[in-house]
């Protein structure tokens, strides 16, 4: 391996920067997370904090329903963006579908 080669490659190291390839992250914002842990604790009778958030994915709701169509509702049939988020509460998983603003949250129990 030429010098130069190993002189560039220790002071990426030596600046911190990593040579590992990065892995993807996805943060909902803190609205989106606040109102689906508000959600959990009150339906599940637990405390905000036995709410644990484990995952978050961005998504593009087909519907304002936010993926849980109920029957007998009428949703606006807009492209709606929000989170599909996991959580745990006592040991036990539970999913939460938001919108990106955190005015909306579902439980996907029970939909269409």
Known sequence: MPLSLLLWL???WANGVSLEPSQPTTTAPN???DVAIELLATELKAHRLDVI???AEKVAWSD????CQQPGYAYAQVQTPG???SF???G???AVHTDDAGR???RPTGCL
Do not use: D, K
């Not at 304002?64 to 993926?67: D, E, F, K, Y």
């Open 83 to 85: 989170w599909r988020l």
């Open 64 to 67: 304002a329903s936010l993926g």
């Open 31 to 33: 609205s989106a997370v």
């Open 104 to 106: 909306s949250a579902v």
């Open 92 to 94: 036990a998983e539970h």
């Open 10 to 12: 220790f002071a990426l």
């Open 53 to 55: 958030l484990h995952s």
């Open 88 to 90: 745990t509460v006592h």
